[in-house]
């Protein structure tokens, strides 16, 4: 894996500063079934990363304490870290609303069976990536066979209730592109989604968030190999909208990885871009918030604040 972030760091991204914390995002692990082209995670089947339950329960008395309102699960394949479960349901027992970002095809591998009527029975917002909605893309960019084993753990998911229209239970897909490109107007291609996937396969979902690939970790190696990532900058800072920058994620999220340190995102966490430049564990952050701290900035910023923005929950500006 080639590394990307010296190509990065010299940047004339604007300074930007911390709001108000809503969310903490954990990463649970690098561990994932899956290997996709466009991973900035670099996760796969035989990463051994797995965040431990001690650094679990310093998470929750941290939203405990500053009364965060979110806990936004990811990694790799969240559900594959043991301690999942029980983070979940300690999580809602404390009154957070928790999002599980979920590679859909976990739901139907050997032993996870029953991991969709869990996330039923917790309430668990459910964030599903399915790169596209034709199965000849997401094989291209996911694997053979994922795009089928993605549908059969939607349908699942619907039939336990999840992505009704009025109900409580709530499914969101993720787009990414192929290659080097940015995502199509996010309600434009929703609608095309609802239409096919609805026609073709009884599907139903309540929104569907378009993400901007980053030029980090797998992704920026494949457009290094292939001579591509200084046209895919010069895209993405030529894409550049000013009025992306007062709704950007980091601004009130806190990521936080396997071992519990902090970075202002999950991008700048795959980097090891630390928060406010210095490695800080979580438990130094139990009786200080991080508000108004600088954000730390590179290059890549520029992926989150092209054309339409790009964040955790879709785009930035419609």
């Not at 920058?245 to 090891?272: A, I, P």
């Amino acid at each position: 894996m080639r590394d990307v972030k010296p190509l990065l760091l010299n940047s004339d991204f604007p300074p930007i500063h911390r709001g108000k914390l809503k969310t903490l995002q954990m990463n649970l692990g690098y561990l994932c079934n899956l290997s996709c082209t466009h991973c900035h995670v670099n996760a796969g089947p035989n990463r051994t990363e797995l965040m431990a339950r001690e650094t679990m329960q310093i998470a929750l008395q941290f939203a405990a304490k500053h009364q965060l309102e979110f806990l936004d699960l990811t990694g790799g394949s969240p559900e594959m870290n043991p301690d999942f479960r029980w983070l979940v349901q300690a999580a809602r027992d404390q009154g957070l609303h928790v999002m599980d970002r979920c590679n859909p095809t976990i739901l139907v591998e050997p032993g996870y069976e029953d991991m969709a009527e869990f996330l039923a029975a917790q309430q668990v917002e459910v964030i599903a990536s399915l790169p596209c909605y034709m199965e000849d893309n997401v094989d291209a960019q996911r694997g053979k066979g994922v795009f089928n084993a993605s549908i059969k753990a939607l349908q699942k998911l619907n039939q336990l209730g999840y992505g009704q229209a009025g109900g409580d239970l709530i499914l969101n897909l993720v787009f990414n592109p192929q290659g080097m490109a940015l995502p199509s107007p996010q309600l434009q291609l929703e609608e095309s989604y609802r239409t096919f996937l609805s026609e073709h396969f009884d599907l139903q979902f309540n929104q569907l968030f378009t993400i901007t690939n980053m030029p980090i970790q797998r992704f920026g190696a494949v457009l290094q190999a292939k001579g591509q990532f200084d046209e895919y900058m010069t895209l993405l800072k030529q894409s550049y909208q000013a009025q992306n920058l007062e709704q950007l994620m980091c601004k009130s999220l806190l990521s936080v990885d396997w071992q519990g340190y902090v970075y202002d995102c999950d991008f700048n966490q795959m980097l090891d871009m630390p928060l406010a430049g210095k490695r800080t564990h979580l438990s130094k952050l139990l009786n200080h918030m991080p508000d108004g701290l600088p954000i730390t900035v590179a290059e890549h910023c520029y992926g989150c604040t092209a054309g339409q923005g790009s964040s955790c929950t879709g785009v930035l500006t419609n």
